[in-house]
């Protein structure tokens, strides 16, 4: 008895060994996880590769950190009207950004009083205005110009302000005297009168399509500044390279969205890399989760939330969907169009 115990001692020493080594070995059966990209942790900003919009997020990052000594700075130059393009453009937005967006208005509406015939200036007031829905504000503006100076794009201006304050049939009276004073080729007056009547909300209204914006555009693109910021305000499309007031007050396309997002592509492969790993690791992760931001004033992302998961269900989804939301609140964007908040949605996608 006490032989045969002592012949097995080996074996048992053995097996158990043997399970210890295969203890040790089994989390090595796992998926990597590479070490992650530098501004994964940090969350530093990532860059885009694309200078244009570097300069324009630089501006946005300097412009939060401006400091009360420089905004008083801005504000005593525009008032006394010796401001630069570039002084007026950061004032603005400094005030919309913070909540004072009356006090841009009027300033800007002064300075368009000031310079009657200056339709550059006269579209900087105007465009702030319907580009936060301030439409009875614009209206009243427009009004208050076509007091001293008649001008047949502002005429069309205050029909489309009237049309999303009003209603659509307020615009047809302005609509005839923009044409009376510049015609208006009938087929593209009743096309004009169409589009207003069947995008009269007040509200946010999803731009029309490329084809539409493009004829419209085409056929009004000689008559002047005010007429294209009209059609562009009239349809909800924005072309960064079509110049439609004299300052720089934000641009932002979906193309350019895209780059920025996708600036921290490696910090998202990070997140799903180690989404991988969390245990139980089979089966492995696959699928998809599309989150929708917003974008502030000044370029930050704020609201990040699930719009649809598609995940299927998988025990790691939860770290994953809070990971990608973590790198995503660390993107910085251009300033959008006149310092107005942009909703945006994007699609992430990931399998072996």
């Known amino acids: 008895m006490t032989r045969a115990t002592a012949s097995s001692s080996p074996s048992l020493v053995l097996l158990a060994a043997g399970l210890l080594a295969a203890m040790m070995i089994l989390p090595s059966c796992g998926p990597k996880v590479p070490p992650p990209p530098p501004e994964f942790e940090s969350k530093n900003r990532a860059p885009t590769g694309d200078n244009r919009i570097e300069e324009r997020i630089i501006k946005a990052i300097r412009l939060q950190q401006v400091s009360d000594a420089d905004i008083s700075r801005l504000q005593r130059a525009a008032e006394k009207g ?7 453009a950061e004032y603005v937005t400094i005030l919309v950004s913070s ?19 200056d339709e550059g200036k006269a579209a900087d007031s105007l465009g702030l205005a319907m580009g936060q829905r301030r439409w009875g504000a614009c209206a009243q503006m427009a009004s208050d110009y076509l007091a001293r100076k008649h001008v047949a794009g502002m005429f069309l201006v205050r029909g489309l302000c009237r049309s999303r304050s009003d209603g659509a049939t307020a615009a047809r009276s302005d609509y005839k005297k923009a044409s009376a004073m510049l015609a ?23 731009p029309a399509s490329e084809e539409s914006y493009g004829s419209l555009m085409g056929a009004m693109m000689q008559r002047g ?3 294209r910021l009209f059609v562009q305000h009239l349809l ?5 390279s079509l110049s439609v007031g004299s300052l720089d007050l934000g641009s932002l396309s979906g193309h350019e969205i895209r780059l920025v997002v996708l600036s921290r592509a490696r910090s998202y492969r990070q997140c799903y890399a180690m989404s991988r790993a969390v245990r139980p690791w089979r089966p492995v992760l696959r699928g998809s989760v ?8 000044l370029g930050q992302v704020t609201d990040v939330t699930i719009a649809e998961d598609g995940w299927g269900g998988h025990h790691a989804r939860g770290f994953m969907n809070d990971c990608v939301t973590e790198q995503m609140e660390a993107l910085r964007f ?19």
């Open 290 to 297: 599309t989150m929708d931001f917003f974008i502030d004033a």
């Open 99 to 117: 909540g004072e967006l009356s006090s841009a208005l009027n300033l800007l509406h002064r300075r368009s009083i000031d310079a009657l015939g």
């Open 236 to 240: 909800g499309r924005f072309e960064t």
């Open 334 to 352: 251009p300033m959008p169009r006149y310092a107005m908040a942009r909703r945006a949605q994007h699609r992430f996608a990931f399998s072996d």
């Open 184 to 206: 208006l080729d009938d087929r593209l007056l009743a096309t004009i009168e169409q589009l207003t009547q069947k995008r009269a909300s007040p509200g946010r209204i999803a």
């Open 225 to 227: 500044i005010l007429d």
């Open 82 to 88: 010796n401001a630069t393009a570039i002084q007026w």
